[in-house]
């Protein structure tokens, strides 16, 4: 197979996180960016010697026959820049939240199934490298018992950054912390019989503590732990089994204890969107499914439905 073409929709720094991967992979070709600011545009196609700069997607799907396209957008946004590009059967990889409700990424995966468009969300920790060994050496002994998920985040710098739009800044729990939500679904591997969750306002006016317990239906119980009150970024899992428990700080690096030892996880060099985004373009090349462990659209609905059940618990 020829190589792919691939344009990425999005200049910020997700953007091009995607642009330092995919120049990277011998068997792709990075044909064009699309972004509505001129200098972002100029800046990153400067930076990535590409020649072929888009202000609207529009203009992009008329004018590039493309194999794939990365979508980076302002996390309210991802949704929106994915439609028309899967409207037009065209293999988009999308970055997290796949849409800002449960009913906008219904309407992205009935057109992507419609279509006949590969998709695919970027939940990258169901790539990372600690939390797949983690993950492998609890369930080697059994099922996973008991998960523990956290994310916080500072809603104070924030709302000073002025960077992101209210309807967003209420809903902030859809920019990071539903990493942390989609890992423990896939870790448990099962879906969602029960959840029981409290989200309130604190320190702001938008909301910024969210607790959840979730019930799987395979047993598995998992809590769920994210914050905005804080004054720094802190990502941590708890993964349980038979025997045996890992902790994962950062996630950089952690210990699992199990037969009295304890097994260092050191830091990979990967936070796994290089696995993320080659897996998604194998797909593309031997056209096969979008399946587990990655995010597909069926995938996404249901972490959005979750994410859903615990903001709508607020507690005026």
Not at 54 to 74: G, H, K, M
Not at 105 to 111: E, G, H, K, Q, S
Not at 190 to 212: G, L, M, P, Q
């Amino acid at each position: 197979m020829a190589d792919l073409s691939v344009a990425v929709i999005g200049c910020g720094s997700r953007g091009r996180g995607h642009m330092q991967i995919l120049t990277k992979f011998e068997d792709v070709d990075l044909v064009a960016v699309c972004d509505p600011v001129e200098s972002a545009r100029n800046n990153t196609g400067d930076a990535f010697n590409v020649s072929k700069r888009y202000e609207r997607i529009e203009s992009l799907l008329d004018n590039e026959p493309l194999d794939a396209i990365f979508v980076a957008t302002p996390a309210h946004l991802n949704g929106e820049a994915a439609l028309p590009c899967l409207e037009r059967g065209i293999n988009t990889l999308l970055e997290k939240p796949p849409g800002m409700s449960v009913e906008e990424t219904i309407n992205l995966r009935d057109t992507a199934k419609k279509t006949g468009a590969k998709a695919m969300v970027g939940w990258n920790r169901r790539f990372h490298p600690i939390i797949l060994q983690a993950k492998h050496m609890v369930k080697s002994r059994g099922n996973v018992t008991q998960l523990v998920g956290e994310f916080h985040k500072s809603i104070t710098r924030l709302a000073q950054s002025g960077k992101f739009p209210e309807h967003l800044m209420d809903n902030m729990f859809l920019e990071t912390p539903i990493h942390a939500l989609d890992t423990l679904r896939a870790i448990a591997e099962s879906d969602v019989k029960e959840v029981h969750s409290i989200t309130k306002r604190t320190i702001s006016k938008y909301k910024d503590v969210h607790a959840a317990l979730i019930l799987f239906e395979n047993g598995c119980v998992a809590q769920l732990i994210a914050n905005y009150t804080t004054d720094a970024r802190l990502e941590r899992y708890e993964l349980h089994g038979k025997n045996i428990s890992a902790y994962l700080e950062g996630v950089s690096h952690g210990t699992v204890y199990c037969d009295g030892t304890q097994h260092k996880l050191t830091d990979p060099g990967s936070n796994g969107t290089v696995d993320q985004n080659r897996y998604f373009l194998d797909c593309i090349k031997s056209d096969t499914p979008v399946s587990l462990p990655a995010a597909n659209l069926d995938e996404a609905v249901k972490t959005m439905h979750l994410a859903g059940k615990i903001l709508n618990s607020i507690d005026e």
